[in-house]
């Protein structure tokens, strides 16, 4: 099982350059740890696409059947106080959005704060490093991921 952040579930929902690679990656693994969070995080960037031109309503229709699909066989990472707590002192620690602090406090808690031997998949590069720098390995690989 690998935790996964929302920004490596999108291209599994939708064409894009790196689908083949997250899908390569989910087709070795039959359960994703992901947070409370990545369903809603996932219809907005999808939502975002669809007002945007950038997909159309057939394709979002099927992005989302897609996502239902996935959501019903993820290990939910729920919030806490702790999580919450882990997300602030995060913040302090690397240069993250909020939602990215607490995606990392979400595989922080998954993996009770033992990253050795632990993957998270994520495209997102500022986050990709923080997860680098608490000792998780990073997927995919640094010179294939470019978000």
């Known amino acids: 099982m690998r935790f996964w952040d929302t920004s490596a579930v999108v291209p599994l929902t939708v064409r894009e350059s790196e689908t083949r690679r997250t899908r390569e990656i989910l087709s070795q693994d039959d359960v994703m740890a992901v947070f409370y969070a990545t369903e809603v995080e996932c219809v907005s960037a999808l939502s975002r696409r669809l007002r945007e031109g950038n997909l159309d309503?057939?394709?979002?229709?099927?992005?989302?059947?897609?996502?239902?699909v996935l959501l019903e066989h993820w290990l939910e990472i729920l919030p806490t106080h702790d999580l919450r707590l882990d997300a602030e002192v995060l913040l302090t620690l690397h240069p993250l959005r909020t939602a990215d602090a607490l995606q990392l406090a979400a595989a922080l808690l998954w993996c009770e704060g033992d990253t050795e031997g632990r993957e998270f998949v994520s495209l997102d590069n500022r986050l990709r490093e923080a997860a680098d720098n608490e000792g998780f390995t990073v997927l995919p690989n640094q010179s294939r991921a470019g978000v």
């Open 57 to 68: 309503q057939p394709s979002f229709d099927g992005a989302i059947d897609i996502l239902i």
